[in-house]
């Protein structure tokens, strides 16, 4: 099976900009999660996805916000970009409502200038 | 809120045993894993275990529970230099998982 896939891999966007990353889960995987990565903060959880429903949310301000699509396909839009806002973007699957095992896809790195 | 909390760098020769350890204050964690960050790569799930084992044995890798202490520790036998990464304890109590800041590990040759 493949792996989680995260495009684009790299992307580089200037302040006020809005900017949207896509995470295709393992194929069967219907649970996605979203994470921010930083020096400063580490991993922090973004939101949780499950049969195109968020579950879960973590400490995010609403400019950052995300859906997931029938075929299990999520996106996370972040809008007005903070310099802050730069960070690898971690999207990770799991195949039941558990969520117990979570494979991670290699990331979008952020940068906002 | 819950928090987990690792020692930051750990530098082994080649060939020696490795032991990372992690502590957690979530009383309510279900799991806990190990994951592994190599340069410019995402993380990759290595082991996992439920709250209810005290020890779980793969390959190389031991993974040994105290849940009276809230103490995680992850075992790798036979070091190599391929070992050499970050490796992030979490816990998964509630909504999402809850990593620590990552134990950098040094194999020397």
């Known amino acids: 099976k493949a792996g989680v896939t995260q495009t684009p891999r790299y992307l580089i966007k200037t302040r006020g900009q809005q900017v949207t990353l896509s995470c295709s889960p393992i194929?069967?995987?219907?649970?996605v999660s979203w994470y921010q990565q930083t020096p400063g903060q580490g991993l922090q959880f973004l939101f949780e996805?499950?049969?195109?429903?968020?579950?879960n949310k973590g400490n995010f301000p609403g400019r950052f916000s995300g859906r997931q699509f029938s075929n299990s396909r999520s996106e996370m839009n972040v809008s007005t970009l903070e310099l802050g806002d730069s960070a690898l973007y971690l999207c990770?699957?799991?195949?039941?409502?558990?969520?117990?095992?979570?494979?991670f896809g290699p990331g979008t790195r952020l940068t906002v200038l | 809120g819950e928090d987990v909390e690792q020692s930051l760098f750990l530098s082994v020769r080649e060939g020696d045993s490795s032991v990372i350890n992690c502590t957690y204050t979530d009383s309510s964690s279900t799991y806990l894993y190990w994951y592994k960050q190599e340069p410019g790569a995402g993380l990759q799930l290595l082991t996992y275990?439920?709250?209810?084992?005290d020890m779980k044995q793969d390959q190389r890798l031991t993974v040994l529970l105290n849940k009276k202490d809230k103490h995680l520790s992850l075992r790798i036998a036979d070091t190599q230099t391929g070992d050499s990464a970050i490796y992030f304890c979490a816990d998964k109590g509630g909504k999402a998982l809850t990593f620590g800041s990552g134990t950098r590990l040094q194999v020397q040759p």
């Open positions: 194929s069967g995987h219907r649970s």
């Open positions: 996805y499950f049969s195109e429903t968020q579950r």
């Open positions: 990770a699957s799991a195949e039941g409502a558990e969520g117990n095992e979570q494979f």
């Open positions: 275990i439920f709250s209810n084992m």
